[in-house]
Protein backbone atom coordinates (compact mmCIF):
# COMPACT_ATOMS: atom_id res chain seq x y z
CA UNK A 1 0.00 0.00 0.00
CA UNK A 2 1.41 3.22 -1.46
CA UNK A 3 0.33 6.37 0.92
CA UNK A 4 0.67 10.05 -0.27
CA UNK A 5 0.13 13.26 2.26
CA UNK A 6 0.14 16.37 0.07
CA UNK A 7 -0.81 20.39 0.52
CA UNK A 8 0.52 20.17 3.96
CA UNK A 9 3.76 22.03 5.80
CA UNK A 10 5.93 19.06 6.68
CA UNK A 11 8.24 19.85 10.27
CA UNK A 12 10.47 16.57 9.09
CA UNK A 13 12.35 17.37 12.94
CA UNK A 14 15.78 15.99 11.06
CA UNK A 15 18.81 17.33 12.14
CA UNK A 16 18.68 20.10 9.78
CA UNK A 17 15.00 20.84 10.99
CA UNK A 18 13.90 21.12 7.37
CA UNK A 19 10.29 22.34 6.79
CA UNK A 20 8.48 22.03 3.48
CA UNK A 21 5.84 24.14 2.87
CA UNK A 22 3.33 23.19 0.81
CA UNK A 23 4.96 19.82 0.60
CA UNK A 24 4.25 16.13 0.70
CA UNK A 25 5.15 12.71 2.73
CA UNK A 26 5.23 9.30 0.50
CA UNK A 27 4.85 6.44 2.13
CA UNK A 28 4.97 2.54 1.33
CA UNK A 29 5.18 -0.63 3.06
CA UNK A 30 4.84 0.89 6.72
CA UNK A 31 7.89 3.45 5.52
CA UNK A 32 8.49 6.64 4.71
CA UNK A 33 9.59 6.40 1.34
CA UNK A 34 10.14 9.96 0.78
CA UNK A 35 9.38 13.67 1.18
CA UNK A 36 10.00 17.24 0.02
CA UNK A 37 8.85 20.30 -1.16
CA UNK A 38 5.95 21.17 -4.25
CA UNK A 39 2.89 18.38 -5.43
CA UNK A 40 3.99 15.33 -4.73
CA UNK A 41 2.41 13.46 -7.39
CA UNK A 42 5.08 13.82 -9.84
CA UNK A 43 7.52 12.84 -7.04
CA UNK A 44 5.40 9.60 -6.94
CA UNK A 45 5.47 8.71 -10.35
CA UNK A 46 9.31 9.11 -10.45
CA UNK A 47 9.81 7.02 -7.71
CA UNK A 48 8.09 4.31 -9.65
CA UNK A 49 7.61 2.85 -13.25
CA UNK A 50 4.99 3.39 -15.68
CA UNK A 51 3.97 -0.01 -15.09
CA UNK A 52 3.02 0.60 -11.34
CA UNK A 53 1.28 3.70 -11.80
CA UNK A 54 -0.57 2.38 -15.54
CA UNK A 55 0.05 5.32 -16.60
CA UNK A 56 -3.10 6.57 -15.02
CA UNK A 57 -3.91 9.99 -13.82
CA UNK A 58 -5.09 10.92 -10.27
CA UNK A 59 -7.34 9.91 -8.18
CA UNK A 60 -6.47 6.79 -9.46
CA UNK A 61 -8.97 6.12 -12.66
CA UNK A 62 -9.02 1.97 -12.19
CA UNK A 63 -10.07 -0.33 -9.21
CA UNK A 64 -6.76 -2.07 -9.31
CA UNK A 65 -4.55 1.42 -8.77
CA UNK A 66 -7.58 2.56 -6.00
CA UNK A 67 -6.08 -0.49 -3.98
CA UNK A 68 -2.72 -0.06 -4.14
CA UNK A 69 -2.37 3.98 -4.25
CA UNK A 70 -4.14 6.73 -2.25
CA UNK A 71 -4.00 10.25 -1.95
CA UNK A 72 -4.80 12.51 1.20
CA UNK A 73 -5.42 16.07 0.86
CA UNK A 74 -3.45 17.44 4.03
CA UNK A 75 -5.40 20.99 3.19
CA UNK A 76 -2.74 22.90 4.26
CA UNK A 77 -2.45 21.13 7.28
CA UNK A 78 1.15 20.56 9.76
CA UNK A 79 2.11 17.28 9.27
CA UNK A 80 4.75 15.81 11.79
CA UNK A 81 6.27 12.99 13.06
CA UNK A 82 3.99 10.82 15.72
CA UNK A 83 4.99 11.89 19.41
CA UNK A 84 6.29 10.03 21.61
CA UNK A 85 5.36 10.09 25.54
CA UNK A 86 8.91 9.14 27.38
CA UNK A 87 6.92 8.28 30.70
CA UNK A 88 3.31 7.49 31.91
CA UNK A 89 1.63 5.32 34.18
CA UNK A 90 -1.75 4.41 31.76
CA UNK A 91 -4.03 2.03 33.16
CA UNK A 92 -3.99 4.67 35.97
CA UNK A 93 -7.23 5.86 33.66
CA UNK A 94 -9.39 4.68 36.91
CA UNK A 95 -7.50 7.01 39.27
CA UNK A 96 -8.56 10.01 36.84
CA UNK A 97 -9.80 13.17 39.05
CA UNK A 98 -9.32 11.36 41.88
CA UNK A 99 -7.99 13.65 45.27
CA UNK A 100 -6.37 16.48 42.57
CA UNK A 101 -5.37 18.70 45.62
CA UNK A 102 -5.04 16.09 48.07
CA UNK A 103 -1.39 16.52 49.92
CA UNK A 104 0.43 13.02 49.84
CA UNK A 105 -1.44 11.57 48.25
CA UNK A 106 0.39 8.86 46.98
CA UNK A 107 1.31 7.35 50.39
CA UNK A 108 -2.62 8.34 51.54
CA UNK A 109 -4.37 6.63 49.10
CA UNK A 110 -3.28 5.58 45.70
CA UNK A 111 -0.40 2.89 46.85
CA UNK A 112 -3.26 1.41 49.00
CA UNK A 113 -5.82 1.82 46.76
CA UNK A 114 -4.06 0.28 43.88
CA UNK A 115 -3.06 -2.58 46.12
CA UNK A 116 -6.78 -3.33 47.19
CA UNK A 117 -8.41 -1.91 43.44
CA UNK A 118 -6.35 -2.88 40.54
CA UNK A 119 -6.75 -5.79 38.89
CA UNK A 120 -5.66 -7.57 35.37
CA UNK A 121 -8.80 -7.07 34.08
CA UNK A 122 -9.17 -3.62 35.25
CA UNK A 123 -5.45 -3.01 34.20
CA UNK A 124 -5.97 -4.28 30.47
CA UNK A 125 -9.47 -2.32 29.85
CA UNK A 126 -7.64 0.46 30.80
CA UNK A 127 -4.58 0.46 28.95
CA UNK A 128 -6.98 0.14 26.01
CA UNK A 129 -8.81 3.37 26.53
CA UNK A 130 -5.36 4.74 27.68
CA UNK A 131 -3.83 4.12 24.09
CA UNK A 132 -7.12 5.54 22.71
CA UNK A 133 -6.63 8.67 23.99
CA UNK A 134 -2.90 8.64 23.13
CA UNK A 135 -3.81 7.86 19.47
CA UNK A 136 -6.20 10.55 19.23
CA UNK A 137 -4.06 13.43 20.39
CA UNK A 138 -1.43 12.28 18.12
CA UNK A 139 1.03 9.87 20.37
CA UNK A 140 2.45 7.15 18.25
CA UNK A 141 4.77 5.86 20.71
CA UNK A 142 4.42 5.67 25.04
CA UNK A 143 6.80 4.16 27.54
CA UNK A 144 4.57 2.78 30.56
CA UNK A 145 5.23 1.78 33.71
CA UNK A 146 3.24 0.00 36.19
CA UNK A 147 1.59 -3.75 37.73
CA UNK A 148 0.55 -6.17 35.25
CA UNK A 149 2.61 -5.25 32.48
CA UNK A 150 2.15 -7.99 30.60
CA UNK A 151 -1.85 -7.22 30.48
CA UNK A 152 -0.67 -3.65 28.69
CA UNK A 153 1.60 -5.20 26.57
CA UNK A 154 -1.36 -7.40 25.07
CA UNK A 155 -3.08 -3.72 24.99
CA UNK A 156 -0.33 -2.07 22.91
CA UNK A 157 -0.02 -4.75 20.81
CA UNK A 158 -3.53 -4.65 20.12
CA UNK A 159 -4.24 -1.67 18.98
CA UNK A 160 -1.26 -1.21 17.21
CA UNK A 161 0.89 1.33 19.15
CA UNK A 162 4.49 1.30 19.83
CA UNK A 163 5.29 0.61 23.49
CA UNK A 164 8.01 0.10 25.87
CA UNK A 165 5.91 -1.56 28.59
CA UNK A 166 7.60 -1.53 32.07
CA UNK A 167 7.39 -4.02 35.14
CA UNK A 168 7.05 -1.85 38.34
CA UNK A 169 9.59 -3.30 40.58
CA UNK A 170 9.45 -2.15 44.18
CA UNK A 171 9.83 -2.91 47.89
CA UNK A 172 6.55 -3.10 48.99
CA UNK A 173 3.46 -5.89 48.13
CA UNK A 174 1.30 -4.82 45.66
CA UNK A 175 -1.23 -6.23 43.33
CA UNK A 176 0.30 -7.82 41.46
CA UNK A 177 3.45 -8.95 43.70
CA UNK A 178 3.98 -10.09 47.64
CA UNK A 179 8.17 -8.72 47.07
CA UNK A 180 10.50 -7.67 45.18
CA UNK A 181 11.72 -11.08 44.34
CA UNK A 182 7.93 -11.78 42.90
CA UNK A 183 8.24 -8.71 41.14
CA UNK A 184 11.45 -9.48 39.30
CA UNK A 185 10.39 -12.71 38.05
CA UNK A 186 7.61 -10.45 36.13
CA UNK A 187 10.15 -8.48 34.75
CA UNK A 188 12.09 -11.42 33.42
CA UNK A 189 8.95 -13.30 31.89
CA UNK A 190 8.07 -9.81 30.40
CA UNK A 191 11.73 -10.09 28.77
CA UNK A 192 11.03 -13.52 28.21
CA UNK A 193 7.83 -12.78 26.30
CA UNK A 194 7.89 -9.92 24.47
CA UNK A 195 11.60 -9.29 23.37
CA UNK A 196 12.18 -9.07 19.43
CA UNK A 197 8.51 -7.93 19.15
CA UNK A 198 8.38 -5.10 16.48
CA UNK A 199 6.10 -2.99 18.33
CA UNK A 200 6.43 -4.32 22.31
CA UNK A 201 9.34 -3.63 24.00
CA UNK A 202 9.52 -4.60 27.31
CA UNK A 203 11.77 -2.37 29.58
CA UNK A 204 12.83 -2.70 33.08
CA UNK A 205 11.16 -0.48 35.72
CA UNK A 206 12.33 -0.06 39.23
CA UNK A 207 10.31 2.64 40.73
CA UNK A 208 12.83 4.65 42.52
CA UNK A 209 15.71 5.18 44.35
CA UNK A 210 13.66 5.48 47.75
CA UNK A 211 11.53 2.82 47.39
CA UNK A 212 13.76 0.32 46.15
CA UNK A 213 17.00 -1.19 48.08
CA UNK A 214 20.46 -0.98 46.42
CA UNK A 215 20.91 -4.50 45.58
CA UNK A 216 17.54 -4.46 43.76
CA UNK A 217 18.43 -1.53 41.83
CA UNK A 218 21.92 -2.99 40.93
CA UNK A 219 19.85 -6.33 40.17
CA UNK A 220 16.79 -4.66 37.95
CA UNK A 221 19.75 -3.22 35.56
CA UNK A 222 21.81 -5.95 35.14
CA UNK A 223 18.35 -7.74 34.09
CA UNK A 224 17.78 -5.04 31.74
CA UNK A 225 21.67 -5.35 30.26
CA UNK A 226 21.43 -8.65 29.96
CA UNK A 227 18.42 -8.37 27.76
CA UNK A 228 19.18 -4.60 26.32
CA UNK A 229 16.47 -3.04 27.30
CA UNK A 230 15.61 0.10 28.68
CA UNK A 231 15.86 0.89 32.19
CA UNK A 232 13.75 3.34 33.75
CA UNK A 233 12.76 4.82 36.57
CA UNK A 234 11.48 7.82 39.05
CA UNK A 235 14.18 10.09 40.20
CA UNK A 236 15.08 13.29 42.45
CA UNK A 237 11.26 14.00 42.37
CA UNK A 238 10.15 14.11 45.71
CA UNK A 239 11.28 16.45 48.68
CA UNK A 240 11.27 13.76 51.32
CA UNK A 241 13.32 11.34 48.63
CA UNK A 242 16.27 14.05 48.56
CA UNK A 243 16.08 14.72 52.42
CA UNK A 244 16.16 10.27 52.66
CA UNK A 245 19.48 10.29 50.43
CA UNK A 246 20.90 13.51 52.32
CA UNK A 247 20.75 12.24 55.75
CA UNK A 248 21.78 8.93 55.02
CA UNK A 249 24.08 8.42 52.39
CA UNK A 250 25.12 12.34 52.28
CA UNK A 251 24.40 12.06 48.50
CA UNK A 252 21.35 13.38 45.34
CA UNK A 253 20.01 10.48 44.41
CA UNK A 254 21.49 11.01 40.68
CA UNK A 255 25.07 10.75 42.88
CA UNK A 256 23.80 7.38 44.73
CA UNK A 257 22.52 5.88 41.14
CA UNK A 258 25.94 6.92 39.58
CA UNK A 259 28.03 5.02 42.31
CA UNK A 260 25.53 2.44 42.29
CA UNK A 261 26.35 2.05 38.72
CA UNK A 262 22.83 2.20 37.27
CA UNK A 263 23.24 5.42 35.11
CA UNK A 264 24.11 4.71 31.31
CA UNK A 265 22.41 5.35 27.70
CA UNK A 266 20.01 3.07 28.27
CA UNK A 267 18.72 5.02 31.27
CA UNK A 268 15.71 6.99 31.65
CA UNK A 269 15.06 8.65 34.86
CA UNK A 270 11.60 10.03 35.24
CA UNK A 271 11.13 13.65 36.37
CA UNK A 272 14.09 15.04 37.95
CA UNK A 273 12.73 17.89 39.37
CA UNK A 274 15.91 18.38 42.11
CA UNK A 275 18.73 18.10 39.83
CA UNK A 276 21.99 20.10 40.87
CA UNK A 277 24.53 21.31 39.07
CA UNK A 278 26.84 18.09 39.78
CA UNK A 279 23.83 15.84 39.11
CA UNK A 280 23.27 17.29 35.74
CA UNK A 281 27.01 16.62 34.70
CA UNK A 282 26.78 13.18 36.16
CA UNK A 283 24.10 12.53 33.87
CA UNK A 284 25.50 14.23 31.13
CA UNK A 285 28.90 12.29 31.78
CA UNK A 286 27.01 8.54 31.55
CA UNK A 287 24.54 9.45 28.81
CA UNK A 288 21.38 9.09 30.97
CA UNK A 289 18.06 10.54 29.69
CA UNK A 290 15.60 12.34 31.02
CA UNK A 291 11.75 12.35 30.93
CA UNK A 292 10.35 15.56 31.88
CA UNK A 293 6.93 15.56 33.24
CA UNK A 294 6.37 19.44 33.85
CA UNK A 295 2.23 18.84 34.24
CA UNK A 296 2.17 16.65 36.71
CA UNK A 297 5.21 17.96 38.58
CA UNK A 298 3.76 21.66 38.98
CA UNK A 299 0.28 20.40 39.56
CA UNK A 300 1.79 18.39 42.60
CA UNK A 301 3.98 21.80 43.42
CA UNK A 302 7.00 19.33 43.55
CA UNK A 303 9.37 22.17 41.52
CA UNK A 304 10.30 22.52 37.94
CA UNK A 305 12.94 20.26 36.45
CA UNK A 306 16.09 22.55 35.15
CA UNK A 307 15.82 21.02 31.43
CA UNK A 308 17.58 24.41 30.19
CA UNK A 309 20.95 24.06 31.68
CA UNK A 310 20.45 20.00 31.26
CA UNK A 311 19.99 20.39 27.60
CA UNK A 312 22.91 22.97 27.44
CA UNK A 313 24.94 20.55 29.14
CA UNK A 314 24.12 17.65 26.99
CA UNK A 315 21.49 15.41 28.59
CA UNK A 316 18.89 14.61 26.23
CA UNK A 317 15.15 15.28 27.30
CA UNK A 318 11.91 13.96 26.10
CA UNK A 319 8.24 14.71 27.44
CA UNK A 320 6.00 12.41 29.74
CA UNK A 321 2.71 13.18 30.70
CA UNK A 322 3.24 10.99 33.84
CA UNK A 323 -0.02 8.98 34.51
CA UNK A 324 -3.39 9.97 34.12
CA UNK A 325 -3.89 10.64 37.65
CA UNK A 326 -0.89 12.78 37.98
CA UNK A 327 -1.08 15.25 34.94
CA UNK A 328 -4.94 14.29 34.16
CA UNK A 329 -3.96 13.71 30.28
CA UNK A 330 -1.94 12.06 28.02
CA UNK A 331 -1.72 14.26 25.30
CA UNK A 332 1.81 16.17 24.54
CA UNK A 333 0.09 18.80 23.17
CA UNK A 334 -0.62 20.31 27.27
CA UNK A 335 3.05 19.75 28.36
CA UNK A 336 4.11 21.80 25.12
CA UNK A 337 2.91 24.76 26.18
CA UNK A 338 3.91 24.48 29.86
CA UNK A 339 7.52 23.39 28.85
CA UNK A 340 8.55 26.67 28.17
CA UNK A 341 6.48 28.93 29.93
CA UNK A 342 7.69 27.60 32.92
CA UNK A 343 11.64 27.60 31.84
CA UNK A 344 11.47 30.85 30.88
CA UNK A 345 9.72 32.15 33.80
CA UNK A 346 12.37 29.42 35.78
CA UNK A 347 15.36 31.64 34.43
CA UNK A 348 13.38 34.96 33.67
CA UNK A 349 14.39 34.47 29.99
CA UNK A 350 11.61 34.48 26.95
CA UNK A 351 14.07 33.52 23.97
CA UNK A 352 15.10 30.47 25.54
CA UNK A 353 13.98 26.71 25.09
CA UNK A 354 12.26 27.74 21.41
CA UNK A 355 8.98 26.18 20.19
CA UNK A 356 11.48 24.25 17.67
CA UNK A 357 13.14 22.76 20.53
CA UNK A 358 10.09 22.08 22.96
CA UNK A 359 8.55 20.03 19.54
CA UNK A 360 11.71 18.33 19.02
CA UNK A 361 11.44 16.68 22.37
CA UNK A 362 8.34 15.77 21.81
CA UNK A 363 9.87 13.69 18.63
CA UNK A 364 13.15 13.39 17.63
CA UNK A 365 14.55 13.38 21.94
CA UNK A 366 12.29 11.24 22.95
CA UNK A 367 13.03 8.46 20.12
CA UNK A 368 16.82 9.10 21.73
CA UNK A 369 15.89 8.30 25.02
CA UNK A 370 14.09 5.11 24.26
CA UNK A 371 16.94 4.73 21.78
CA UNK A 372 14.69 4.12 18.71
CA UNK A 373 16.19 7.55 16.97
CA UNK A 374 16.98 5.44 14.04
CA UNK A 375 13.20 4.23 13.40
CA UNK A 376 11.03 6.59 14.32
CA UNK A 377 10.77 10.85 15.63
CA UNK A 378 12.03 12.67 12.61
CA UNK A 379 9.98 12.54 8.87
CA UNK A 380 13.21 10.90 7.18
CA UNK A 381 13.08 8.65 4.00
CA UNK A 382 13.34 4.53 5.12
CA UNK A 383 12.41 5.22 8.74
CA UNK A 384 8.95 4.22 10.35
CA UNK A 385 5.76 6.23 9.05
CA UNK A 386 4.31 7.45 12.43
CA UNK A 387 3.08 10.61 11.12
CA UNK A 388 0.25 13.13 12.90
CA UNK A 389 -1.40 16.14 10.84
CA UNK A 390 -2.55 18.72 12.83
CA UNK A 391 -5.18 20.52 10.98
CA UNK A 392 -5.00 24.58 10.83
CA UNK A 393 -8.58 24.86 9.82
CA UNK A 394 -10.34 25.04 13.14
CA UNK A 395 -10.36 28.91 15.31
CA UNK A 396 -7.69 28.49 16.75
CA UNK A 397 -5.40 27.57 13.63
CA UNK A 398 -5.29 31.10 12.01
CA UNK A 399 -2.91 32.40 11.12
CA UNK A 400 0.27 30.46 11.33
CA UNK A 401 3.20 32.89 11.18
CA UNK A 402 5.68 30.03 12.52
CA UNK A 403 4.58 26.28 12.59
CA UNK A 404 6.15 25.36 15.20
CA UNK A 405 4.72 28.14 17.43
CA UNK A 406 1.33 27.09 15.95
CA UNK A 407 2.20 23.18 17.34
CA UNK A 408 3.55 24.06 20.81
CA UNK A 409 1.29 27.22 21.63
CA UNK A 410 -1.65 27.45 19.79
CA UNK A 411 -2.92 23.66 19.06
CA UNK A 412 -4.48 21.30 21.51
CA UNK A 413 -5.53 17.36 21.24
CA UNK A 414 -8.78 17.96 19.23
CA UNK A 415 -6.54 19.68 16.31
CA UNK A 416 -5.06 15.90 15.51
CA UNK A 417 -7.19 15.48 12.43
CA UNK A 418 -4.98 12.10 10.87
CA UNK A 419 -2.70 9.67 12.68
CA UNK A 420 -0.55 7.06 10.60
CA UNK A 421 1.37 4.49 12.93
CA UNK A 422 3.79 2.48 10.28
CA UNK A 423 1.76 3.55 7.58
CA UNK A 424 -1.50 2.10 8.95
CA UNK A 425 -4.39 5.23 9.48
CA UNK A 426 -5.23 4.74 13.11
CA UNK A 427 -7.13 8.30 13.07
CA UNK A 428 -9.02 10.00 10.79
CA UNK A 429 -11.19 13.11 10.19
CA UNK A 430 -10.74 13.38 14.42
CA UNK A 431 -11.83 9.86 14.81
CA UNK A 432 -10.44 6.59 15.79
CA UNK A 433 -10.61 3.42 12.98
CA UNK A 434 -10.83 0.39 13.79
CA UNK A 435 -11.84 0.84 17.08
CA UNK A 436 -15.36 1.67 18.88
CA UNK A 437 -14.29 4.26 21.73
CA UNK A 438 -17.92 4.14 23.45
CA UNK A 439 -17.53 0.73 23.43
CA UNK A 440 -14.17 1.08 24.83
CA UNK A 441 -15.06 2.82 27.78
CA UNK A 442 -18.41 1.33 28.44
CA UNK A 443 -16.04 -1.74 28.83
CA UNK A 444 -13.78 -0.11 31.45
CA UNK A 445 -17.16 1.84 33.39
CA UNK A 446 -18.27 -2.16 33.87
CA UNK A 447 -14.71 -3.33 34.86
CA UNK A 448 -14.36 -0.52 37.22
CA UNK A 449 -17.38 -1.10 39.40
CA UNK A 450 -15.05 -2.86 42.17
CA UNK A 451 -12.78 -0.80 41.69
CA UNK A 452 -15.39 2.13 42.84
CA UNK A 453 -17.03 0.45 45.45
CA UNK A 454 -13.18 -0.17 47.18
CA UNK A 455 -12.33 3.94 46.92
CA UNK A 456 -16.20 4.40 49.10
CA UNK A 457 -13.72 4.17 52.02
CA UNK A 458 -11.12 7.00 50.68
CA UNK A 459 -14.54 9.63 49.90
CA UNK A 460 -12.95 11.95 53.07
CA UNK A 461 -9.93 13.03 50.86
CA UNK A 462 -10.68 12.10 47.38
Known sequence: MRTLINHVTVLTMDESSRVYENGFVLMENGRIAACGAGDGLQAAREAHTEADWQATSFPAAGPHEAETFEVVDGRGGILMPGMINTHTHLSMIPFRSMGDDCPDRLRKFLFPLELEGMTPELIYRAARYAVCELMLSGVTAVTDMYYFEDEVAKACDELGIHAWVGQTVIDMETCDSKDTSEALKHCEALLNK???????????????????????????????????????????????????????????????LYDLGVL???????????????????????????????????????????????????????????????????????????????????????????????????????????????????????????????????????????????????????????????????????????????????????????????????????
Open 194 to 256: WTGNERIHPVIAPHAPNTNRPEDLKSAYELAADFGALYTLHVSEMDYEMSFFRDTYGKTPVEF
Open 264 to 462: GPRTAAAHCIHLTEHDITLLAETGTKIAHCVGANTKAGKGICPVFEARNAGVTVGIGTDGPSSGNTLDLFTQFRMIPSFQKTKYHNRGILTAREVLSMGTIEGAKVLGAQAEMGSIEAGKRANLVLVETDSVNMFPVYNPYSAIVYSANASNVDSVWIDGKQMVKGHRLLGVDLREERELLEKEMTAFRKRAEKYADII
